[in-house]
T-cell receptor
């Protein structure tokens, strides 16, 4: 069974702090996506990374795909209350989409 | 452009009943995927439909079924409901297969409670 492990499962920090969320697997993915889900809504795609070592930035969010395409990280700089939500990663492999269990992030004002 | 529409938004059923959930994808999208989400479990893939054909199925019992119509709208049905079926059911549409890393557009989901 392929697994995509996300850590931490839960993170509660103060506004203005930095944080990193990890998504790890022993399997190689052709691409990896990060989604954010707010309460009562469906997930919304933030970014897709495809190339090993790729770094993508979305305002204060920085996404990195591991060199071996087995892991990824999401770094948020100066977190804002609007960043609160459930962050999900999903890896594409052999016509399957493997989902992590998510990181619940709470940013306190 | 309208997003993915799921109906109903909330549903309360009792054990043993059956339920049908509906999903209207974004116009022009031919792929519809269904997911079950429970706290701490992430998204569990149910099945994917493309042009009215089921292309892939997750590891769920036969009580879970679905179909897609010629206008790409999709329905999923759960028969003989069990307490463990209580979950948020999400539908996602995409241009091509949602299992190949294609961007997925999710609806707001149907929150099903089984009493």
């Amino acid at each position: 069974t392929q697994l995509l492990e996300q850590s931490p499962q839960f993170l509660s920090i103060q506004e203005g702090e930095n944080l990193t969320v990890y998504c790890n697997s022993s399997s190689v993915f052709s691409s990896l996506q990060w989604y954010r889900q707010e309460p009562g809504e469906g997930p919304v795609l933030l970014v897709t990374v495809v190339t090993g070592g790729e770094v993508k930035k979305l305002k204060r969010l920085t996404f990195q795909f591991g060199d071996a395409r087995k892991d990824s990280s999401l770094h948020i700089t100066a977190a804002q209350p609007g960043d609160t939500g459930l962050y999900l990663c999903a890896g594409a492999q052999d016509y399957q989409l493997i989902w992590g269990a998510g990181t619940k992030l709470i940013i306190k004002p | 452009k309208a997003g993915v529409t799921q109906t109903p938004r909330y549903l309360i059923k009792t054990r043993g009943q059956q339920v049908t959930l509906s999903c209207s994808p974004i116009s022009g999208h031919r792929s519809v995927s269904w997911y079950q989400q429970t706290p701490g479990q992430g998204l569990q893939f149910l099945f994917e439909y493309f042009s009215e054909t089921q292309r892939n199925k997750g590891n769920f019992p036969g009580r879970f079924s679905g179909r897609q119509f010629s206008n790409s709208r999709s329905e999923m049905n759960v028969s003989t409901l069990e307490l463990g079926d209580s979950a948020l059911y999400l539908c996602a549409s995409s241009l091509a297969s949602g299992l190949s890393g294609e961007k997925l557009f999710f609806g707001s989901g149907t929150q099903l409670s089984v009493l």
